[in-house]
């Protein structure tokens, strides 16, 4: 196991990390920005070393700086977090090369699932259903792509291969603007992503998103965990999830389980990472894409299995046996988690940093809260902004969202806008609470 891991991350989840670290006797080293010198998790860890000034460019992504601070500190293995170096192919190759494990996946796992075709590629060759599609790049020059969009069946999607989050999509109703659609998708990709490639899929009208945690040790063994429904978003932002689906029953859980795991396996996939799916009104579900890194929504699944997902994925990277077992892992009861962040709801959600007065967060019977955040902290400007994740377990869903309603109205933050109230206003809403609601809900009944 090791003996010092530094956390190439900040805020809610490096602490998280920390809090790992410390429950397995690991010492943690801390690397934070100049503006960060007084966060929460430079408090919580060991030690702590400056790796640069304020921009993310400067600190988070210093890829030589964070390297010098795993030297200096003799750490033998780095945790990246979520979001900065968590899936960057180059990061993790570094690790190797100076000796110091990168707790994640290989770095040929990350590159194959960070581009998108490829990814595709290997899920339909190992047999997980992928969305019917164009299977590579389509050329706005080429008569071909009529006889492809026809085969797909329209409504059809235009996606840039280096696109990602739902930027660079445009859905085409019909062939008369398909060939305008691609030349206007290339170009904007070409803008945007320096990389004009467009690939076409069969448009997946109100989907669900439904994503499954695998987990894989160096022996080849794999496993999956009971799904998270993560429909509920803005802008591809996601703003609450919860575990199990209310769309998923035992027949499908175990149906899309086992397509998850085939994509571990299919990867050689080590450690932790999630299966993301768009499920149809038919329940047809067709593989989106494959995270190699925790997700921020973790919790819920550590809620409703009673694991700790970042202890199994340090473990796990330490060489560790996989001791789980699908088929046995027992649903414990129903998690949801909302995400509290540091934004104006009344001023279209723009951020709203600054020094927080007065804090009072939740607590009480069922409630967890994952946040870095106290009184007198101040939120900068230079990263996201993420405070703080409300999670609420209970028995059942009804439970759960009462607990949820409970918590939420405990939250006071002084100083700065934050997000609590829009999710007072989700969990009240009729749609949600009867457990029906697809990628368009915010939209169709939130901002109506
Ligand atoms: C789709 C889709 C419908 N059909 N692909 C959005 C982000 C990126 N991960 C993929 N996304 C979508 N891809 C096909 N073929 C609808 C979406 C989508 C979406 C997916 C998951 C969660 C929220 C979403 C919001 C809008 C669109």
């Not at 990389?195 to 695998?214: A, G, L, T």
């Not at 429909?231 to 999830?241: F, M, P």
């Not at 409300?390 to 439970?399: D, L, P, T, W, Y």
Request: aromatic fraction near 6%; charge should be positive; charged fraction near 25%.
């Amino acid at each position: 196991m090791f003996k010092k891991v530094l956390i190439a991350n900040r805020g809610e989840i490096a602490c998280r990390v920390i809090r790992a670290c410390r429950e397995l006797g690991i010492k943690t080293v801390a690397i934070h920005s100049e503006i960060d010198r007084g966060s929460m998790h430079v408090k919580l860890a060991d030690q702590a070393i400056c790796v640069g000034q304020a921009t993310a460019s400067e600190s988070y992504l210093n890829i030589p700086s964070i390297i010098a601070a795993a030297e200096i500190s003799g750490a033998d293995a780095i945790h990246p977090g979520y979001g900065f170096l968590a899936e960057n192919t180059y990061f993790a190759e570094v690790c190797e090369a100076c000796g110091i494990k990168f707790i994640g996946p290989s770095k040929e796992s990350i590159e194959q699932m960070g581009d998108k075709i490829s990814a595709i590629k290997l899920m339909k060759r190992s047999g997980v259903p992928t969305i019917p599609g164009s299977d590579g790049p389509v050329n706005a020059d080429d008569p071909k792509i009529f006889d492809i969009a026809k085969k797909i069946g329209y409504p059809v999607i235009v996606k840039a291969t280096a696109g990602g989050g739902g930027k660079g999509m445009r859905i085409v109703a019909s062939e008369e603007t398909l060939r305008n659609t691609i030349i206007v998708a290339q170009t904007e990709a070409k803008a945007a992503f320096g990389n004009s490639d467009v690939y076409m899929e069969k448009c997946i009208e109100e989907p669900h998103h439904i994503e499954f945690q695998i987990l894989g040790d160096k022996y080849g063994r794999t496993a999956y965990l009971p799904e998270r429904d993560c429909s509920i978003q803005r802008r591809h932002q996601k703003l609450v999830e919860e575990s199990p689906s209310p769309l998923v029953g035992e027949a499908l859980r175990k149906k899309m389980g086992k397509a998850a795991r085939n994509a571990a396996t299919a990867v050689k996939y080590v450690t932790v990472g999630t299966v993301e799916f768009l499920v149809d009104k038919k329940d047809r579900f067709y593989f989106m894409e494959m995270n190699t890194r925790i997700q921020v929504e973790h919790p819920i699944t550590e809620m409703v299995t009673g694991l700790d997902l970042v202890k199994e994925q340090i473990k796990l990277a330490a060489g560790e046996k996989l001791s789980i077992v699908s088929e046995k892992v027992k649903i414990l009861g129903h998690a949801i988690e909302c995400r509290i962040n540091a934004e104006d709801p009344d001023k279209d959600f723009i951020p709203s940093p600054g020094t927080i007065g007065k804090l009072y967060l939740p607590g009480g019977p069922g409630i967890r809260l994952d946040t870095h955040v106290y009184s007198g902290y101040t939120i900068p400007p230079y990263y996201d902004s993420l405070i703080a994740k409300i999670i609420a377990f209970g028995s059942n869903r009804g439970e759960s969202i009462a607990k949820m309603q409970r918590a939420l109205r405990e939250v006071e933050i002084e100083g700065i806008k934050n997000t609590s109230s829009l999710h007072s206003k989700i969990m009240s809403n009729e749609k949600f609470r009867r457990g029906s609601v697809n990628t368009n809900f915010l939209s169709k009944y939130i901002f109506e």
